[in-house]
C-alpha cells in the first residue's frame, strides 16, 4: 500500500513537471507582438550593437469608431432580379482579409471638423476644394432651400451623415484623419519612450535642455513603421469589402462553417420590418417606400425621417456596423466596370484605374458609352431609394468628382496583425 501511494504521488509530481515545462514552453514561444530577446534563425540579440530594433510593444488600439471585421468567404454580387438589366453585378464567391470599418458614416460634426482643421493649416484654395457642395439639396420644383443653408452647419444636424462630399473630397479626408490619428499616436508613443529618460535631479535639467533643442530644431520626424506607433491609412472601403461588412453573413452561422441562409439585405428575411421584439413593425433602414412616400404618415412616420436621419437610428447589422443599407448611399473605392466580378482577383477584389479594361475600348467620343477612369461605384442606397438598392449586392457609379444629397461616405483601414 505503501509502495502504491508512493508511485501515485511520483506520478503526480511527474504530471505536474510536465504542465509546468508545457507551460513555461508556451509562453517563450515568439509572437509578432512579443517576439523575444533574440533572433530565432539566427541567435542575434534584437536591439543589440548591429543596431537592428524589434521592441517589445503593446498592440495599439484599433482607431476611433472603428469595428473589425473578420474575414472570409462570400457570394458577391446580386442576389435579386437584375431589374436595372445591366448584368454588371453577377454572383461569385471570394474572400476578403480582415479590415476595420468605421462603425458609422462620416456625419456633418466630423467632416466640419475636418474644414476647421483645412482653414486653420491649408491654403484657401484648398478649403475652398474641401468645402461640401451644399447646393445638391436645391431643386427647381422642390422647396428644400433651407437645407442649403442648416443641413451642413446647423447644430440640429450635426449627427446627420454628411452629403455633397465628391470621392475625391472623400479621399482627401481619409488622407487628413490619417494624419491626424497618427499624430495622436505619435505624441503618445514619444511619451512611452520618454518613461526611460531622465527622472531626477541634474538629469530633468538636461532633459528640458534637450528637449528645447528638439523644438528648435522643427519639427520631430516622423515614426517609423516599425516602431508599432504608426496607424495604418484610413481609406474607402473597397466594393468587396463594403459587401461584404454589409451583408455580414456571419450572423446566418450555425455549427462547421455551415449557413442557414442566404441575406438578400444587411439583415435576415427578404422585409423591411422588424420581425419581432418591442420594436415589430419599425422600418429597418431608412429608405423610400414608394413614389411620394418617404416616411409614412404623420403620427406614425415609420422610418423616422423625410430625408436623412441621425447615424445609430437605425438596428445595427450583426458585424455591430449602422446605416449599412439606407440612410445615405456610400462612395467606395473601386473604379466602375460593367465586368468588375467576373474580371478581379478573387483575394481581396478589387478594381483599379488605368489597368485592363481601359477606358479607350469604350466609345466615349461618340457618346456611345459614358465609362471612363473618373468613374467610381457607390453602394448601400439611401433616403431617396427604393428598397431594391437597399442590397449590397447591387452598385451605381458617377463621376468622382460630382456630389448629391444622397451619397456620403465612412472610412476603413488594415487590419495588421492576429486578433488572437
Known sequence: MICMHKMGIRSIALILVVLLAATSCSKKRPTSLKPG??????GLAYNGKDGFEVKQYKALPAGPDLVYIEGGRFTMGSLEEEVMGRRDNPKRTVSIQ???MDQTEVANVHYLEYLNAVQRDSSEEFYAKA???????????????????????????????????????????CAWRTAAVSQANNTAGAAAGKKKGFSFGK??????????????????PQLRIESGYVMPPYRLPTEAEFEYAAIAMIGTQYSDENQSNQRIYPWDGSTMRNPRGRKQGTM?????????DYAGIAGKTNDGAIITQEIRSYPANDNGLYDMAGNVSEWVYDVYRPMSNTD?????????????????????????????DNLRVYKGGSWADVAYWLSPGTRRYMDQDSATAMVGFRCAMIATGSRK
Request: net charge positive; glycine share 6%; no cysteine.
Open 37 to 42: 530577446k533574440s533572433s530565432s534563425k539566427t
Open 98 to 100: 480582415s479590415f476595420y
Open 131 to 173: 468645402l461640401p457642395d451644399t447646393a445638391v439639396w436645391f431643386n427647381e420644383l422642390s422647396f428644400n432651400d433651407s437645407y442649403v443653408t442648416m443641413y451642413l452647419r446647423h447644430p440640429g444636424f450635426r449627427l446627420y451623415p454628411v452629403v455633397g462630399v465628391s470621392w475625391v473630397q472623400a479621399n482627401d479626408y
Open 203 to 220: 538629469k530633468k535639467k538636461a532633459a528640458a535642455a534637450a528637449e528645447a533643442e528638439v523644438a528648435s530644431a522643427g519639427p520631430a
Open 284 to 292: 429597418l433602414a431608412n429608405f423610400k417606400r414608394g413614389p411620394g
Open 344 to 372: 478581379v482577383n478573387d483575394l481581396n477584389s478589387f478594381r483599379r484605374d488605368g489597368y485592363q479594361d481601359d477606358a479607350k475600348n469604350y466609345d466615349t467620343k461618340n457618346s456611345n458609352s459614358v465609362i471612363n
